[in-house]
């Protein structure tokens, strides 16, 4: 397994990196920089939908690690993503109905890392990732998935929205865990599924939430109001594993 360094800096090398075909998944720039090296760099970035996020010089400062970003630093990714489609052929090649982990905006790495865990044993067939507010396929995330990443696919996606109703046409429904929502026990949860999971603090967002065919909740006796989204993750995931037994 690889965890190399994943921070680019300098305007020759990452504009070697975005030539070379690697993936890049989010670019740092200085604010108000705008020649020609610099603007290389964002037609580049442009080209292939990075995520840019401009910011004073002392940002880029405080996040160099060698002290000589030259303006511009990138986060390129652990692993290569992989495509919606690779999912759906890994799912026919098994001759199973597709079973998708989608995630709704989960910016901490180590739950991308242990949900991607979860669903390798849980046997999902993969999990879906929004390109925006959302942590991306780092060395942190790979080093949680203890080693799932290199099994289990992750596909990442500019709208999670519309992805999910391209995969509707393909029959797959949906079901995104809610507090609010039916009770897992009480929904049927075989046949093609994507299970959303939300936001660390906020839940799933709710426009997907009203895209998703149900929504379900885990039964809870304690004291506090909620589970870690990769914990909530994991008992949804298990229902329906329990599900497609029966």
Known sequence: MRYEELTIEGRNAVLEAFRSGRTIDRLFVLKGCQDGPINSILREARKRD???SYVPRERLDHMSE??????VIAYAAAYEYAQVEDILQAAR?????????LLDNIEDPHNLGAIIRTANLAGAHGVIIPKRRAAGLTATVA???AGALNY?????????GTTIDELKKQG???VCAD???TVMYDV????PIGLVIGNEGEGVSRLIREKCDYQVSVPMKGDIDSLNASVAAGVLAYEIVRQRRG
Not at 93 to 101: H, N, R, T
């Open 152 to 160: 289990t696919p992750v596909a990442k996606v500019t709208n999670l």
């Open 188 to 191: 049927n949860l075989k046949g």
């Open 66 to 71: 060698t002290g000589k970003h030259q303006g």
């Open 143 to 145: 080093k949680a998935s």
């Open 93 to 101: 090649e098994k001759g199973e109905d597709p079973f998708l982990i």
């Open 172 to 174: 797959i429904w949906f």
């Open 50 to 52: 990075t995520v840019i």
């Open 179 to 181: 507090m609010d929502g």
